[in-house]
């Protein structure tokens, strides 16, 4: 049985404003039902990325399929089968929310009968069925966020293009989003692009991430593979606060010495307590723990810790400055 055909495969894409290449020979291939997450600073080409992807832009060079389908010549079908969140809503501030949502519909396809199911539906699910019939200029930041992303959802796509989708969302909002990304794949089976520059978010919902610079791709992988190539594993200790000068020295003595000491007041560390790290795998755990209990030293917590995306970003970022 041949392998499922992605849901985006761009070939060599390239996108130039006059002298400037936004995108350079972008290789992109995101698998049907999976979270890609899309990063890079500002400029570095991922809404022009999108824009390609959707057909509402042409590219200079390359090819792609989206869903199966040519981004240029399919661009009206692709359109009804994608849902485009963007950094700055679109939306009409002059109109109701409901009203907004009516018109994206029509322009979606959605079907008459189902309209207005469709628009209750996606109001109640951002928190917005009180609010349907007031006008969008009376809408603060996040309701005017969750209204873009109910907009978004309304036709149901296969593909979601969600461009910092968290802006502008309380945190229990911000919550609740990221649980309904996470379920658009694994429980719908839809598939997700998402541009964020929150990392945070993207470790804890992509399965694979994408980093962008100047346009061209500087690394991908899983969030584990990425940790594993640019970022250094550690394990965290936590001992008693009276007893982390003698457990350094006991790690030092034993060719394990710690890269930073966590005082007793800072936060998360329980009160009463001091955080080691150490800059060694989890294979050294158990080394790591004799040396500990033979220093007569109370080993509160003993945690391998993988390098965060926040620190595989930077070390991308500055092997790019590097080269």
């Not at 979601?160 to 379920?183: H, Q």
């Not at 991430?209 to 250094?232: H, K, M």
Request: aromatic share 4%; charged share 25%.
């Amino acid at each position: 049985m041949s392998e499922e055909a992605p849901a985006i495969h761009a070939r060599g894409l390239v996108r130039r404003f006059g002298d400037e290449v936004a995108v350079d020979r972008l290789a992109l291939r995101v698998a049907r039902g999976t979270i890609t997450a899309l990063l890079g600073h500002n400029g570095a080409g991922k809404t022009t990325v999108v824009r390609l992807l959707n057909g509402v832009l042409a590219a200079d060079a390359g090819e792609a399929t989206v869903l199966g389908l040519d981004p240029w010549r399919d661009g009206d079908a692709l359109r009804r089968r994608t849902g485009v969140s963007t950094e700055r809503p679109s939306l009409d501030p002059r109109l109701s929310g409901r009203a907004n949502l009516r018109l994206y519909a029509a322009l979606y396809g959605v079907p008459v009968v189902r309209e207005e199911a469709a628009i209750d539906g996606v109001l109640a699910r951002f928190g917005l069925a009180a609010r349907g019939d007031d006008r969008v200029a009376t809408f603060s930041r996040g309701m005017t966020q969750r209204l873009a992303l109910a907009r978004c959802a309304l036709h149901d796509p296969d593909l979601y293009f969600l461009d910092e989708p968290s802006a502008g969302l309380d945190p229990l909002a911000a919550r609740d989003l990221r649980a309904w990304i996470a379920d658009l794949a694994r429980v719908h089976g839809k598939t997700v692009l998402l541009c964020t520059h929150d990392l945070g978010e993207a470790q804890r919902l992509a399965d694979r991430v994408v980093v962008l610079r100047d346009g061209a791709v500087a690394a991908e992988g899983t969030p584990s593979e990425l940790a594993a190539r640019f970022g250094a594993d550690r394990l965290e200790i936590d001992v008693p606060a009276a007893q982390a000068q003698g457990a350094a020295r006991a790690l030092a003595e034993a060719d394990l010495p710690c890269t930073s000491v966590l005082e007793a007041d800072a936060s998360p560390l329980p009160v009463g307590a001091a955080r080691l790290r150490l800059n060694v795998g989890a294979d050294a755990a158990p080394r790591v723990a004799r040396t500990l209990v033979a220093a007569e030293v109370d080993l509160l917590r003993l945690e391998p810790v993988l390098a965060s995306l926040e620190e595989v970003y930077a070390a991308v970022y500055a092997r790019e400055r590097a080269a």
